[in-house]
């Protein structure tokens, strides 16, 4: 890339944040810390939008604002329930978020930054139909869990949906067979990691 191309993706980029504030709110999405989502039916959306020198995308994840109850009950971290509804999304100590398939992407209509507000409008266009569009598939946990469950990247979230849905001896083999492996979740305690802290937890209660 060329200094005259990183000078004004430079630019592109900066716009790119400016029409996040300035149009998320109209577009059904909510900001906060930087980032992009929205709230429906018990489930989280989370927008990340990019830019380059001749386009701006985005991707759209989910996950159930339980899975992240029940991993604060796992770590016993109950003030956590007490944080606003949008730490969720950018606090500590939460659930994974599962990316959805078909990023978007909309071609600059110009080299200016100016452009971009209106491809990132286009954007959150795409993205509130999607949300509407998944919406209307996920409404319980269980729709989250067939969603993910053949995608190995997913074991944590796939443990975390069979102990809100009470399925305790499912949970605990799931987790016996990730220790086995050496797996830790991506957390990690001072009594080990999530999976040890999950099985703790479910022998206890």
């Not at 989370?46 to 109850?69: C, F, H, I, M």
């Not at 209106?118 to 969603?147: H, I, M, P, W």
């Not at 074991?155 to 799931?174: D, F, T, V």
Request: aromatic share 12%; net charge neutral; glycine share 8%.
């Amino acid at each position: 890339m060329t200094r005259e191309e990183q000078r004004r993706l430079k630019e592109l980029k900066k716009a790119l944040g400016d029409a996040e504030k300035s149009l998320a709110k109209s577009g059904g999405f909510q900001r906060s810390h930087g980032y992009t989502f929205c709230f429906a039916d018990g489930f989280v959306y989370w927008l990340y939008p990019k830019v380059n020198l001749s386009s701006v995308g985005a991707s759209l994840s989910v996950k159930p604002t339980a899975l992240d109850r029940v991993l604060w009950d796992v770590f016993d971290l109950p003030d956590n329930r007490d944080q606003p509804r949008s730490f969720h999304v950018w606090g500590a100590f939460v659930a994974q978020f599962h990316s959805l398939p078909d990023p978007f992407e909309v071609p600059l209509p110009g080299p200016e930054a100016d452009c971009v507000e209106s491809a990132y409008a286009e954007v959150l266009a795409y993205a509130r139909s999607a949300v509407v569009q998944f919406s209307g598939k996920l409404k319980e946990v269980e729709d989250f869990q067939k969603l993910i469950n053949d995608d190995p990247n997913e074991k944590l979230n796939r443990i975390l949906c069979e102990i809100h849905l009470g399925r305790r001896l499912n949970a605990l083999s799931l987790l016996r067979d990730a220790l086995a492996r050496g797996e830790t979740g991506g957390f990690i305690g001072p009594r080990g990691s999530i999976y040890e802290y999950a099985i703790a937890f479910l022998e206890r209660t």
